[in-house]
């Protein structure tokens, strides 16, 4: 993705915000924990929370949590998904919270779309010394061979440069860190890797895939083919021909420390 289209596609899933809701996978609870493991106290942003599904597992946590999200649709859906979880418009960039006001900032499959000379700062600014921040992402588990097959037929639109195991681990290696200035701020990364499953079926499978941006934003005659192409392929694996099946995945933290 070029320079130009970064942002059309951080704005787009407004656009599909209840079909995100309702096909979008939640998180490995191994890999929450995880990304909290650190963290000095229970107050915990959820940065671009989109519709809510980390907040939802934060919350059964035992969390306090505060979540952030620019976009009015799936602030809706974030509702409907955690009503007791405080939705606050804002981005990374402009965090509407105090300095020192939570523990942990968390991100699920978001924190690639921050502008970190501007986000990192402000990340440091609201959490309290010794804080967590950490990203998640669910990554397809390409070492299953239908699945591998699967990534090459739906193309990047649909399964792009951070989606499975390695190209997360070198896509998003040094991603907390904001540019040298701010470096100071934040400990070295860590990233992890835990085992996760949806449970899907081919027409639904297809669904998920078309949440993502690069579907998103696509023309109607484009995107309705790349969906026929995908569900042509997975109709004809006997994995998932037929029924339910587990998609198998790996949720991928990246996690650092506030000094």
């Known amino acids: 993705m070029d320079k130009d289209q970064h942002p059309l596609h951080a704005a787009s899933f407004g656009a599909a915000a209840a079909a995100y809701a ?27 929370a989109g519709t809510g599904k980390l907040s939802a597992t934060l919350v059964a946590l035992g969390c306090e949590v505060v979540a952030v999200e620019p976009d009015p649709a799936m602030r809706v859906e974030l509702h409907r998904a955690a009503p007791d979880v405080r939705a606050l418009a804002g981005s990374a960039e402009t965090i509407p ?79 907390h860190l904001p540019p040298d200035g701010h470096r100071a701020r934040f400990g070295s990364p860590e990233q992890a890797e835990f085992p996760h499953g949806q449970r899907r079926t081919a027409g639904s499978l297809v669904a998920t895939l078309s949440t993502r941006a690069g579907m998103i934003v696509m023309q109607d005659k484009e995107r309705h083919a790349a969906q026929d192409r995908i569900l042509a392929f997975l109709t004809a694996q006997p994995e998932t021909a037929e029924g339910e099946f587990t998609l198998p995945m790996a949720t991928g933290v990246l996690r650092t420390r506030r000094l």
């Open 22 to 48: 309702e096909h979008r996978p939640d998180y490995a609870l191994a890999a929450v924990r995880w990304a909290l493991e650190p963290a000095p106290g229970p107050r915990v942003l959820d940065l671009g």
């Open 97 to 175: 919270l105090e300095d020192a006001s939570v523990d942990a900032v968390l991100s699920g499959n978001a924190m690639h779309w921050f502008d970190m000379a501007v986000a990192g700062p402000e990340i440091a600014r609201v959490l309290a010394p010794g804080g967590v921040l950490a990203g998640l992402w669910n990554l397809l588990d390409d070492q299953v061979p239908w699945v591998a097959g699967l990534a090459r037929v739906a193309g990047s639109a649909a399964v792009g440069p951070r989606d499975t195991p390695a190209a997360w681990r070198a896509t998003t290696a040094g991603l």
